[in-house]
């Protein structure tokens, strides 16, 4: 009947209707409302009053309700069109107070206004289904209590409806009825229809659109909640086999599914493959925690192995492997560890040792170069001090360097260092330098001594003098200072190669003059001066040499060494003991051959053969030089050969007299 549906407005102004006996609420009105009845009202109208495409109907109770004809659409309000012909319907006072309560009215309100009406229509129900049903008192207050939850709990829907887009809400409604990702549309339309919220989509096209995005969105939520129970499930199986003592690395999978076979944790997993495999897993998760714990055990022993190897100070970079396993051989950490373990651990001793030992050698040797490098320094301000006195200059030789400062302290410590420079490289660098700069100056120091006409003094020149001399000059000034005292050292050179120089010529013409004396073979021990001066005078050996008290020096010498030489023979002849047998005579001539080779091997290399084998200049001019250098040469020769030949000669003979004794031995 009309009279069990009660009308009740929801927060947001919308109208839904209560049925009082079976408390079901939806959104449409129901049938019992659709048919209009005449009001008793004599201003009420019988016939609905059509406008366009939209109807006006009443109730039982006289209020209003508007229908489209077209779209189906039933709703309280009124339309556009009535609104327009509201001042002049019969009930225009009530309907134009109803409209104001609804449209008017905050939501506060109409939550308030739609309690009292659903309140008062409570009661009426509550009076009807006592009259009809015959319930009892207590069962009509409970039945009363779950009303009112209801629309309250209806109450609260709304309001969330309202903050909520319609396809949420409809989405909403299938997760409440718990609907399946799998479900069909028709079949979840059983448990959706009769809610109020179905109602928010007004086209099945887009209920059924929401329905699939549902779905997608139901299937990766189960999935995700499968994905759980079962890590859930992994997580208990797994802690089971941790729980239970049984589980050893060496338990095989039947004899697992035996003793589990009855376990509610065990049985979750629903393949026996996947048993397996997670039973694998762990008996190799028990190996791997096994295995570790042996690993840490020996790495302990190896670390007090390793601490007995560093406080036995027998040990060192040089030990043997073999020394060190023989002695600890009887070791209570031998015997636990294998010898692989012990190899190891020695091996990284030794290794740390020697990195240790060429750390030290690395600092050593960078001490090493920083002393050998301050030594440098001090060498090189003492080649500065003696540059600054003087006695360092580009002319100056190592070996005079040497002299006089291999006493000084500096000179000692570079000496002494086996890495970085020695005392000679640096002194050949300072000096290379000196040279550089002196050559600069050399030509112009060569020039100076030209225009001035300097000539250099052993015995009075000095470097003031020079100074003095060169001073004269407009170049003077472009001479660097310390380039006057390398070429005084170099003019004091010149001079004195030129005195020996002289000195070696003399001492040759002595010789050749010597070598004439033995050649004349008409000079013997009683020969006198003045007559065999007039038989050489003419000879170049007698020319060059130029001196006659040297000349007659000379032939006193010759003399006396013939008459010595006479002397000597005859003592010679006239040993004691010694048997003469009539020797036979010499001739003149041999006599004074065999003399004058004994004088000439007297005479010592250079006084016989001169500075030169082929030089030979006479005198100082230089004339006939050709000739005087031949004959002179060609002599020489001569009297090498037949020494050499003498020697070889005498040679032969005693090597003869030497093998006859063996014969005869």
């Given at each position: ?169 409809f989405k909403n409604l299938l997760t409440d009825n718990s609907i399946s990702s799998i479900c069909t549309f028709e079949k979840a339309l059983k448990s959706i229809a009769n809610d109020e919220r179905y109602q928010v989509l007004k086209t099945m096209s887009e209920r059924k659109q929401a329905f699939l995005d549902y779905q997608v969105d139901r299937k990766k939520v189960e999935q995700e909640e499968k994905r759980k ?437």
């Amino acid at each position: 009947m009309s009279n069990d549906w009660a009308e009740a407005i929801a927060a947001d102004g919308k109208k839904f209707y209560y049925h009082k006996v079976t408390r079901v609420s939806v959104w449409e009105i129901p049938e019992d409302l659709k048919s209009p009845t005449p009001s008793n009202d004599s201003n009420s109208n019988s016939q609905p009053v059509n406008i366009g495409d939209w109807k006006e109907y009443k109730t039982d109770k006289g209020q209003k309700y508007y229908y489209n004809t077209v779209s189906g659409v039933r709703q309280w309000d009124a339309p556009p069109e009535f609104q327009q012909k509201a001042t002049t319907s019969s009930s225009s006072p009530q309907l134009s107070s109803s409209g104001s309560n609804i449209t008017t009215t905050s939501s506060n309100n109409m939550t308030t206004s739609s309690q009292q009406v659903n309140n008062k229509d409570l009661g009426e129900s509550k009076d009807s289904t006592t009259n009809t049903n015959n319930i009892d008192t207590q069962q009509q207050q409970q039945q009363q209590q779950q009303q009112q939850q209801q629309l309250q709990q209806q109450q609260q829907l709304p309001q969330q409806q309202n903050k909520e887009d319609p396809i949420q809400t409809f989405k909403n409604l299938l997760t409440d009825n718990s609907i399946s990702s799998i479900c069909t549309f028709e079949k979840a339309l059983k448990s959706i229809a009769n809610d109020e919220r179905y109602q928010v989509l007004k086209t099945m096209s887009e209920r059924k659109q929401a329905f699939l995005d549902y779905q997608v969105d139901r299937k990766k939520v189960e999935q995700e909640e499968k994905r759980k129970k079962e890590k859930k499930a992994k997580e208990d199986f797994i802690q089971l086999l941790r729980d239970s003592k049984e589980v050893t690395p060496l338990m095989s999978w039947r004899r697992a599914s035996l003793y589990f076979e009855s376990e509610p944790r065990w049985e979750a997993i629903e393949t026996e493959r996947e048993r397996e495999s997670l039973l694998h897993d762990h008996i190799q998760e028990l190996e791997q925690q096994e295995k570790n714990q042996l690993m840490s055990v020996k790495k302990e022993q190896m670390k007090v192995l390793r601490q007995k190897l560093e406080l036995d100070p027998s040990i060192n970079v040089f030990t043997q492997w073999r020394k060190v396993r023989d002695q600890f051989e009887n070791d209570e950490v031998f015997q636990i560890l294998d010898k692989f373990d012990f190899l190891t651990v020695f091996e990284s001793f030794i290794r740390d040792l020697e990195k240790k030992l060429d750390d030290q050698k690395r600092l050593e040797k960078e001490k090493l170069k920083k002393d050998s490098r301050k030594d440098r320094d001090n060498f090189r301000e003492l080649l500065n001090e003696n540059f600054k006195n003087g006695e360092l200059h580009a002319l100056t030789k190592w070996k005079t360097f040497k002299a006089n400062n291999e006493n000084h302290q500096s000179f000692i410590n570079l000496s002494q260092k086996s890495i970085g420079s020695t005392p000679l490289e640096l002194f050949s660098d300072y000096k290379d330098e000196l040279e550089i700069k002196y050559e600069n100056d050399y030509k112009k120091l060569k020039e100076i001594l030209k225009e001035t006409n300097f000539k250099y003094i052993p015995e009075s020149t000095t470097l003031e003098s020079l100074k003095s001399e060169f001073s004269k000059h407009s170049n003077y000034n472009l001479i660097q200072e310390f380039n006057f005292l390398p070429y005084l050292e170099y003019l004091k050179y010149k001079e004195e190669s030129r005195e020996k120089n002289l000195a070696k010529k003399k001492k040759k013409r002595i010789s050749q003059f010597k070598i004439l004396l033995t050649e004349t073979k008409s000079i013997n021990k009683s020969s006198q001066w003045s007559d065999i001066q007039p038989m050489i005078e003419t000879k170049k050996e007698y020319i060059d040499l130029g001196d006659d008290q040297e000349r007659l020096r000379i032939f006193k010498d010759y003399i006396e060494f013939l008459v010595q030489n006479a002397v000597d023979e005859e003592e010679d002849g006239n040993e004691e003991g010694e048997l003469v047998l009539s020797p036979k005579k010499l001739s003149g001539d041999q006599s004074s051959s065999k003399k004058r080779r004994s004088y000439i091997d007297n005479l010592d290399d250079e006084d016989r053969y001169g500075s030169g084998s082929g030089s030979g200049s006479g005198s100082g001019s230089g004339s006939g030089s050709g000739s005087g250098s031949g004959s002179g040469s060609g002599r020489d020769r001569d009297i090498r050969d037949r020494d050499r030949s003498d020697r070889d000669r005498r040679d032969d003979r005693d090597r003869g007299r030497s093998s006859y004794k063996k014969e005869k031995r």
